[in-house]
């Protein structure tokens, strides 16, 4: 439990900074034997906390406006939706194998340079990011490492400042999520013992981390954030091959 707690607070912490805190949570729980479909679905519980939790901190301090991210909630929830459902139909070894390719891009989109931002010229997303915001949420209830930085990409490209992209990236993950976890509750593959300490941990992580967010120089934790999982994905592949020999 205590592992749990600290992998669920170093990767929302890392993962509300810069995105892609799932490259970290997921692997890690991988590692310690947790199968694979309980800890997508932990994930989706402890994400569905922790990003509610720092959203309202940002929305609170006024960093967006609610009525500008509502307009985008249908897509992201039912993208999540989907995404779960998809999921349950597929076996653990199939999802261990997905896990290391989907590990591999989420780290590829990593290395994406992010668009300057320019505060002040964008105040919310435009239409024309709805169908993306829906094919992000997918993928986050589907698997998830990667997903916040695709929409933090997204969002940052069309000139919203650093703060408003975070803003935007953890209400979309709240509402996915929480799609994903209504798919995922009454399945057997969710484990109160394993979401519980794993939500906590993110939730402490994300309170730090928007605290934090405008004082931290970010390029540390991004470039440890891709050493860890590059480490994580050549263990979860020899740990396959060793399966197979």
Not at 180 to 207: H, K
Request: aromatic content about 14%; glycine content about 8%; hydrophobic content about 50%.
């Amino acid at each position: 439990m205590v592992v749990l707690v600290l992998v669920g607070f170093i990767a929302t912490f890392i993962g509300t900074l810069c995105g892609s805190g799932g490259l970290i949570n997921v692997p890690a729980m991988l590692l310690l034997g947790i199968p694979i479909h309980t800890v997508i679905s932990s994930n989706k519980f402890s994400n569905t906390i922790s990003s509610f939790s720092s959203f309202f901190v940002l929305l609170k301090n006024k960093t967006i406006q609610l009525k500008h991210a509502l307009w985008m909630a249908p897509f992201s929830f039912l993208g999540g939706v989907t995404g779960g459902k998809i999921t349950l139909y597929i076996s653990a070894h199939t999802m261990q194998i997905v896990a290391i390719f989907l590990l591999s891009f989420a780290l590829l989109l990593n290395f994406l340079k992010k668009p300057t931002q320019k505060d002040g010229v964008t105040t919310k997303p435009k239409l024309m990011t709805f169908p993306a915001i829906f094919g992000i949420g997918m993928y986050d209830g589907m698997f998830g490492p990667g997903q916040g930085t695709l929409l933090m990409y997204t969002f940052l490209q069309q000139g919203l400042s650093y703060l408003k992209a975070i803003a935007f990236t953890r209400f979309q993950t709240f509402l996915s999520c929480l799609g994903a976890f209504i798919t995922y509750v009454s399945s057997p593959y969710f484990n109160w013992s394993v979401a519980l300490p794993l939500a906590l941990g993110s939730f402490l992580g994300a309170q730090l981390a928007v605290k934090l967010a405008p004082k931290l120089p970010k390029v540390y934790l991004i470039w440890l954030l891709r050493l860890v999982t590059f480490l994580l994905i050549v263990q979860l592949t020899y740990q396959l091959i060793q399966k197979s020999v």
